[in-house]
């Protein structure tokens, strides 16, 4: 019913909109050229790794017993970006942008195409006068991205499924770099100033069948104080998502699920078909003395997943969080900015797929996190890691392995310097543990990064950055062997381009 409510309200915008006209007032063109050579090694955290399916006895060297690197790479990117804004009389405005992104030489009919990144218009005093109404292909980013922001990391283009990498579970190096992250949304703000309301709607899958699709919904109110620079936000998002395909498919296979890109679940049993999310959180952000900046950000999920093949029906009940602090020494030479933070998404009971009746509380109760459409990544690597519980990017060599955007916590400490006026230098340490071991009788410590990155403003308009880092599998991986899990680390470096036009 809520889908007919807002088409109908769409209908009537558009309609209202058409009937008014609006004279171009100003035409801006711009957009920018992103260049990047990129390498990736490792991802899978097993650096050699023998054919599983090896007959007992065989020789390295020979035959189908020779040791195989499926997961390291060294291409280059380019994406493109052309944007067309347009003021109009009447208090409207458009807003396209055209995007093209290709590994360099790797042309086919798909990555040579451009593809509308965004195209929406923008209502200003619609209907009534703090009411502003943004319909279209949008960018979606609220607060720091925790829940919903650019993460989607979409490819139509097909430019990293193309690209010339070892066929597997890591045949899309580079996705993480994708710049097609944009929403078919609808958007209602209410400007109260200090307070701000606003009303989403965006269809994230449209498979074509009644009640088959996947959506996003959402309520943010934003409230700016008086003090200390600072605004709170509590926020509503619904995920509904009954786009996934119907069937089962076995924990150990690792099949990638339509609608929840690689999800496997934690029974091995079975896929769910129906995943619906509600989560309610709050941010709050300030400037409690000069040069400190603090962010803290919680938020609580509920909802329901569905196996049609078991007729089961579990209930999430998960928690996740994150809070940053840091502090700007204006007065000490190079101008550091110190930082450190904390995050926790929450994990799921480990379940004896043999033992299901005897946990059948746990079987039903599901406290594993759900990353919705989050766009804030805190490292180069082990924010992509895949495995079970999530959709992620890159499959480790261990089936028993959660994703990195659930089942985590995670602790940093960060320092950014300035020795000259144009360049800067950052770096940062992560430490990384499960919020629940995926494993019992194993280490609950998943592991270490450390990341690097230099950025030097060449000109106004030219940007020059050299950045990559390196992921340190903790204990919980530790006693490796060539048929159930790698140790080693995992790295990548990471060179770009950027002009602005």
Do not use: C
């Amino acid at each position: 019913m809520g889908k007919f409510i807002l088409v109908g309200l769409l209908a009537f915008a558009v309609a209202l909109s058409g009937t008014a006209y609006a004279e171009v007032q100003n035409v801006k063109v711009g957009g920018d050229i992103d260049m990047k050579v990129i390498s990736h090694n490792n991802y899978d955290l097993k650096n050699k790794q023998l054919n599983v399916n090896n007959p007992p006895g065989g020789n390295l060297g020979t035959g189908t017993s020779t040791p195989t690197n499926s997961d390291s790479a060294n291409f280059f990117l380019s994406t493109v970006r052309v944007t067309v804004d347009a003021d109009l009389t009447d208090n409207v405005a458009t807003h396209v942008r055209l995007l093209n992104q290709r590994i360099w030489n790797a042309d086919t009919s798909a990555t040579g195409n451009i593809d509308i990144d965004n195209a929406y218009v923008v209502l200003k005093e619609f209907l009534y006068s703090p009411l502003t109404l943004i319909v279209g292909r949008q960018d979606l980013k609220y607060g720091t991205g925790f829940i919903v922001g650019p993460g989607i990391l979409a490819d139509p283009q097909g430019a990293f499924a193309s690209a010339p990498f070892t066929t597997g579970s890591q045949n899309q190096l580079g996705r993480e770099y994708s710049a097609f992250n944009s929403y078919d949304a609808v958007r209602a703000i209410l400007d109260f100033s200090p307070v701000t309301l606003e009303a989403v709607y965006a269809k994230i899958q449209e498979t074509g069948v009644a009640r088959d699709d996947e959506d996003l919904i959402g309520a943010i109110v934003n409230y700016k104080l008086n003090r200390w620079n600072a605004e709170i936000e509590p926020y509503w998002f619904y995920k509904n998502n009954e786009s996934v395909a119907a069937g089962t498919a076995a924990l150990s296979t690792g099949a990638g699920i339509a609608g929840e890109g690689t999800f496997r679940d934690d029974i091995g049993i079975a896929a769910f078909n129906v995943n619906r999310v509600h989560t309610f959180g709050s941010r709050a952000t300030g400037s409690p003395i000069e040069n400190l900046w603090v962010n803290l950000e919680g938020a609580y999920q509920v909802g329901e997943l569905e196996y049609k093949a078991l007729q089961l029906q579990r209930i999430r009940h998960a928690w996740a969080g994150q809070a940053d602090v840091r502090y700007t020494w204006a007065q000490v030479p190079w101008t550091p900015n110190t930082g450190a933070g904390w995050v926790y998404f929450a994990g799921h009971h480990t379940i004896d797929p043999n033992a299901l009746q005897a946990n059948q509380q746990q079987l039903t109760r599901y406290q594993g996190w759900d990353p919705m459409f989050r766009g804030q990544f805190y490292t180069y690597i082990q924010d992509f890691l895949g495995g079970y519980g999530a959709n992620n990017l890159y499959t480790t060599f261990d089936a028993n392995d959660t994703a990195a955007n659930t089942n985590r916590q995670l602790g940093y400490v960060d320092l950014t310097l300035k020795p000259l006026r144009d360049l800067t230098l950052w770096g940062r340490y992560t430490h990384v543990w499960f919020a629940r071991r995926p494993v019992l009788g194993r280490s609950g410590e998943a592991g270490q990064e450390i990341d690097m990155k230099a950025s030097y403003a060449y000109t106004e308009d030219v940007s020059l950055e050299v950045g990559g880092g390196g992921f340190f599998p903790g204990r919980y991986y530790s006693k490796a062997n060539s048929n159930a899990r790698g140790a080693d680390v995992a790295w990548t470096l990471v060179g770009s381009a950027k002009v602005k036009f």
